[in-house]
């Protein structure tokens, strides 16, 4: 049975930082794809970052949204079976449900996703 269980949201001051984690399981995690998406109320689902398979540990390449460049880093721990997302210097127009994406690497649509953990950036 695939899981993607997100954790680590939260209520945060503008500037304030989290760390997200998506704990995997039911898949072989090191083949997939890993990616965060977020959805603000009222928009759609927008992708966030990225990060590739990789057969060591940690690693793959990233890639990130420009509004969020040099703010968010994606990583993974393959003994864990788990990606992060660090974030700081948090914004408002940060707000929203983060959830986490699993894709077969390589492919480019569908896979699994989590719940999502909401993220509120407000005073």
């Known amino acids: 049975q695939v899981q993607l269980v997100e954790s680590g949201g939260g209520l945060v001051q503008p500037g304030g930082s989290l760390r997200l984690s998506c704990a995997a399981s039911g898949f072989t995690f090191s083949l997939y794809d890993m990616s965060w998406y977020r959805q603000a109320p009222g928009k759609e689902r927008e992708l966030v970052a990225s990060?590739?398979?990789?057969?060591?540990?940690?690693?793959?390449?990233?890639a990130y949204q420009d509004s969020v460049k040099g703010r968010f880093t994606i990583s993974r721990d393959n003994a864990k079976n788990t990606v992060y997302l660090k974030m700081i210097s948090l914004k408002p127009e940060d707000t929203a449900v983060y959830y986490c994406n699993a894709r077969y690497r390589g492919t480019s649509a569908g896979g699994y996703w989590g719940q999502g953990t909401q993220v509120t950036v407000s005073s």
């Open positions: 990060i590739t398979s990789t057969l060591i540990r940690a690693g793959g390449a990233t």
